[in-house]
């Protein structure tokens, strides 16, 4: 039942109460008075009747005696009767005794009452309301016969005011009625007092889940739940509206870097504040919602077209982009935008919210920082994915991964020096994918641990049968360091393999030191300890920042092979960086390995330059581990053989002359 019905029903029981207290003492008084005053006119009645000796002459219409006139004027003064009648047998009156006199009537009048007490042989009692002027306000009257053995000799009528009596039985009793009802009301009252502080709470408390059902406490804004209501009643009442619907996703971009840099009650700052400015940058019409950590949607109700969504989705870059001051501090964060139009895309909700989602999901891939639409090329994409994925996840449970080694060599006595390591996923493509393209993936799903264990144990393994002075490289991802158990997977695999420690080296990319430096550190530091080589690789790509170079003592600088195939571009000056590298990698005491290099051209030119290793299709492609053999023996013989390409073959090892 709500307060509202509830409070009229208990207003109503209390005017019902007192409405009923009120009733029951008028009732209550009514009777008693009744009783009191028909006693007491009978008895004044029978009084005058034994004690006027000369009633029955008065009766016959005989002038009363001295005494008896005596008799009725002191009977007036002393008692409550203000007027006595005597009536003969018949019912007429023959004498009237009031305050201003008592004489014979002139005209005899009948009363009924009189006759009847008469014929009944008992005393008739009436208790009536007067006008009080004539009557009073309230008086009784009795009609006593009066008898002389059996026979009736007259009536006699006494008449008793009663005005006074009734007001005083009424104050008592509606002071104590009143009392009554207070009482009462108060034993209702406490108990629906109580009652109603206690629904109210349970109103506010219904209030606040229903609230947190609809909205994401941190921002204010919709959830996810309330997101699909309304999105679902916006497709619904589409067709009639007429236009385009339009879903935008919208990713913070390298928020994580706040959380992480700044804790975690600056990220929800900046989520609070990022939040208001979505609120803005939509129309009131429009509804905004989040929808995970820092993942938020605008649904842009009766957008026209494409343009007007693409509008929307730059005003939403454009002030992302703004620096958002948290905890005194300016903090630059960006966002990506992945939009979904209804009806051209899809009008059921789960299929739009995936066509966005697959939207943004290109949008973080082109570089984030934009904005992009649902295509239907992002499906076959998307699909393409989810069969690696797949694949991904069975090569883990059948043990389906393979690996295969690329040669390294010496670059001044062109000496085979060791092999890279190079994973590969043989059930897909016929193993044509690449890693840099299913280790992202494996990285996203969580597989990578495994798959680097894996690669480590058997690379550990297969290099343990090698000539001692060849050496394997190991390339790591940043996610293996993420689980903080790299320095044991490499004892293990060390352990296992017996494998000298200085004949493995690991590659890690900057990447891995752009995140929670101070434990990557750590751990770089314990692989250190651990003897094996530590080598920077894909050197010169990203981010660059020689900041790594002095923080980390690393072994080896590997050049990343794009500086070798932008060295044919006759415009390029990529020699001369590659030069500077080699240089920078000399003055830091380090080793610099040059990677890519696939042509005659690019080989002369590493040729002349200072480096330590080169690596590359020129000098020979990554091959199966069982092609090594034959491939190190070829490498032996051919000692002074000049190189060339192999590109149809993937095992000839070669070096420069
Ligand atoms: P990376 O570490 O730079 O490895 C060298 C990549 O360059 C290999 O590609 C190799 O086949 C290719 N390559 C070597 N010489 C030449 C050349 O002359 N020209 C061209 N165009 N390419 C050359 P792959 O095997 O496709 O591997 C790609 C990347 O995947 C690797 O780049 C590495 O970052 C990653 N990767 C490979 N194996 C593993 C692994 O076991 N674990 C991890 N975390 N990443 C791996
Ligand atoms: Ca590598
Ligand atoms: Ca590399």
Known sequence: MSVRRTLGFVVASLILLVAGTFAAVKLTTDHLLYRQATSAAENWARYVADNVKD???????????????????????????????????????????????????????????????????????AAQEGDGVERPAFFAEAYVPVLSGDRPIAVVAAFLDQTQEREAFFSTFLVAAIALCLLTALAFCLPAIAWYRRTKEKERADEQIRYLAHHDVMTGLDNRHRLSEKLQRALVSLPERGGKLALHYVDLDYFKNVNDTLGHDAGDALLQLAAERLRMAARKKDFVARIGGDEFTIVQVDASDKSEAEALAQRVITILREPFVVKGQAVSVGASVGIAMAPTDAIDIAQLMRCADLALYKAKADGRNCARFFSSQLDVDNQARLALEQALRSAVATDGFGLEFQPIYDSMN???????????????????????????????????????????????????????????????????????????????????SGLDPRRLELEITEGLLLGDTEAVMEQLGGLKKLGVLIAMDDFGTGYSSLSYLWRFRFDKIKIDRSFMSAYDDANGNAGTVVKTIVALGRSLNMQVTVEGVETDGQATFVRNLDADQVQGFYYGRPMPEAALGASMLADLRSETAEPKDTSDKPATIRKAG
């Open 55 to 125: 009633l029955e002459f008065i009766a016959l219409g005989e002038q009363p005696s001295s005494a008896s006139m005596e008799f009725f004027n002191w009977a007036q003064r002393v008692g409550l009767v203000y007027r006595y009648e005597i009536f003969n047998r018949e019912g007429f009156s023959q004498l009237v005794s009031d305050r201003k006199q008592t004489a014979l009537v002139g005209v005899s009048e009948f009363s009924p009452e009189a006759a009847r007490s008469v014929e009944r042989r008992t005393p008739v009692v």
């Open 414 to 496: 062109k000496t085979l020096v060791g092999y890279e390591a190079l994973v590969r996923l043989p059930s897909f493509d016929d193993g044509t994918t690449s890693p840099s393209v299913f280790i992202p993936i494996a990285e996203d799903i969580g597989l990578i641990g495994y798959i680097g264990r894996w690669v480590l144990k058997k690379a550990c393994h297969a290099a343990a049968a090698w000539p001692e002075h060849l050496s394997v490289s190991v390339n790591l991802s940043p996610a293996q360091f993420s689980t903080g158990d790299v320095c044991e997977t490499v004892a293990e695999a060390l352990r296992e």
